[in-house]
């Protein structure tokens, strides 16, 4: 056979390939040799591979050993005479921090700066009517991975005991629940936070708590400054949660016949008890909590101001 064949089609040569006349010349028998890919296809399949698995490598690397700050909620556990306690912070989107505490949450705002010694500090502002209760400065250190639980280590740089500020515990039970270090005869207070899912809000129900059907649902107080403006969700399973722009209180109610009382838990575990009354007369709620009245409307939701901080 000529080396040569003539395409009938477009009448120029068509040479053979080296590559298909030797498998021409060492297959048996005279059938026709199946054609393959194979040595095409091999290297390609094995890059992509490769490919796959780094992407997915590099996809759980965050997941799974990357410590950051961002969307977990560090849950800080402590042990004051024989009870057990609890805070929490949040690191979210926009620098936004919340610190939940008992049946209490405070918005705020943290930022990162490394120092000239390559240490970052970890800086959080926390508001409450637009004042800074909690101001405080950390070098922080993040360990573990998914496996082995995540654990955040705050060493407070100011000096102060946290749990402290935040609970308001007595000093003495404070550093009974935390490490601290002391340099110069001052203590640096050292805590221990792990990433957890969630958050448990403790309550303290009324045990024959009771609901008003016609208190129930949204009221907005709107007030002359509005740094202070609120809102009373009365549920109906007997919880209450009172909203301003910067921190939130989660309690329990009961009510009925236009009196009753709402209570909510500090995070030491103290329970903070309050009488009220209420009245609704054309769409105007009339609420006096501890001798304190005031005006509010219904509404749709919670969120009829933005949560900030001032």
């Not at 091999?42 to 490769?50: D, G, L, T």
């Not at 989107?93 to 610190?99: A, D």
């Amino acid at each position: 056979m000529s080396p040569e064949q003539t395409d009938t089609i477009n009448n120029r040569p068509l040479r053979r390939s080296s590559f298909e006349s030797e498998r021409n010349i060492t297959s048996s028998g005279g059938a026709s040799p199946k054609r393959s890919g194979f040595r095409l296809q091999k290297p390609v399949i094995i890059a992509a591979v490769i490919l796959a698995v780094t992407a997915v490598i590099f996809a759980f690397w965050g997941t799974f050993f990357c410590n950051t700050l961002e969307n977990k909620i560090w849950v800080l556990h402590f042990t004051v005479e024989g009870k057990e306690h609890q805070i929490g912070f949040r690191f979210g989107e926009e620098n936004e921090c919340l610190l939940y505490n008992g049946g209490f949450v405070n918005n705020g705002r943290y930022s990162i700066t490394k120092g000239l010694n390559g240490k970052e500090t970890l800086s959080i502002e926390l508001t409450e009517y637009g004042q800074p209760p909690i101001s405080n400065n950390f070098n922080y250190e993040i360990t573990g991975n998914i496996f082995s639980g995540r654990n955040l280590t705050l060493t407070d740089l100011s000096g102060e005991n946290l749990i402290r500020s935040i609970t308001g515990i007595d000093k003495d039970s404070a550093d009974l629940v935390c490490d601290y270090t002391e340099e110069n005869g001052k203590k640096y207070y050292k805590y221990t936070l792990s990433a957890e899912d969630s958050f448990e809000t403790e309550y303290d129900r009324y045990p024959d708590g009771k609901t008003d059907s016609e208190l129930s649902g949204t009221w907005y107080c709107k007030m002359d400054d509005s740094v202070y403006d609120h809102t009373y969700t009365f549920n109906d399973d007997g919880t209450l949660t009172i909203k301003f722009r910067d921190f939130t209180i989660n309690g329990c109610y009961t009510a009925e016949n236009g009196s009753g009382k709402f209570n909510a838990v500090f995070g030491n575990g103290s329970v903070s008890n309050n009488k009220m009354t209420y009245e609704i007369k054309d769409g105007v709620l009339t609420l006096t909590m501890n001798d304190v009245p005031e005006k509010c409307t219904k509404t749709d939701g919670s969120d009829v101001f933005e949560s900030e901080v001032r």
